[in-house]
């Protein structure tokens, strides 16, 4: 069975940075894409950035480039996703999926991490 524990969020000012964690296990991580994903009150989740294990392969939503930056550790079976300059708009909670699929849609995500909540506030 797929397990995703995320960590490191919470409550940051504007300019701020934070680094979310996601540990799986349950898996062959190498075999996968993990992508974290963001949803805000009452609008749906979407792909902030991805990486394929073992692998350098990486995505990043324009609205993140040049701010996040997402890598692995495969001795560790997690992927840390960086996020500097955080602005309000980065607010939601963040959930780590992984897939067999390189797909940035939520649909073909079929195992998901807790959710772990992000704040940028004044």
């Known amino acids: 069975e797929v397990h995703l524990v995320e960590s490191g969020g919470g409550l940051v000012q504007p300019g701020g940075s934070l680094r979310l964690s996601c540990v799986a296990s349950g898996l062959s991580f190498e075999k996968y894409v993990f992508t974290w994903f963001r949803q805000a009150p009452g609008k749906e989740r979407q792909a902030v950035s991805g990486i394929t294990g073992g692998g350098p392969v990486t995505y990043y939503a324009d609205s993140v480039r040049g701010r996040f930056t997402i890598s692995s550790d495969d001795a560790k079976n997690t992927v840390y996703l960086q996020m500097n300059a955080l602005e309000p708009e980065d607010t939601g909670v963040y959930y780590c999926?992984?897939?067999?699929?390189?797909?940035?849609?939520?649909?073909?995500?079929?195992?998901w991490g807790q959710g772990i909540q992000v704040t940028v506030s004044s």
């Open positions: 999926g992984a897939s067999l699929e390189r797909s940035h849609s939520a649909d073909d995500y079929h195992d």
